[in-house]
Nanobody
Framework: VQLQASGGGLVQPGGSLRLSCAAS????????MGWYRQAPGKQRELVAQ???????DYADSVKGRFTISRDNAKNTVYLEMNTLKPEDTAVYYC??????????WGQGTQVTVSS
């Protein structure tokens, strides 16, 4: 499985960004897809995850502001981020979990929230 993420950038506090992650390769094996983030000096943390059945989980810090969605026809997962805060600044990584419980990672995309 290969994951190609895009959509990061610099945005002012209160702004919005949309991340995309396209999967290719053995996509039939993918169970869950999601987004993690890692800020400088911090551990990587789960931001949002969506299962093949459509169940969704969010980190408490992003609930009500971020929305994850999945287009199975395009093998793509999206993360719509609204009301961004400086503490959302991080490298965001796309993740896919296979039926064999193997984790795949995209290359990471930088999101910077700053005035």
């Amino acid at each position: 499985v290969q994951l190609q993420a895009s959509g990061g950038g610099l945005v002012q506090p209160g702004g919005s960004l949309r991340l995309s992650c396209a999967a290719s390769g053995s996509i039939f094996s993918i169970k869950h897809m999601g987004w993690y983030r890692q800020a400088p000096g911090k551990q990587r943390e789960l931001v949002a995850q969506i299962t093949s059945a459509g169940s969704i989980d969010y980190a408490d810090s992003v609930k009500g502001r971020f929305t994850i969605s999945r287009d199975n026809a395009k093998n793509t997962v999206y993360l719509e981020m609204n009301t961004l805060k400086p503490e959302d600044t991080a490298v965001y990584y796309c993740n896919a979990l296979s039926a064999a419980w193997v984790n795949y990672w995209g290359q990471g995309t930088q999101v910077t929230v700053s005035s």
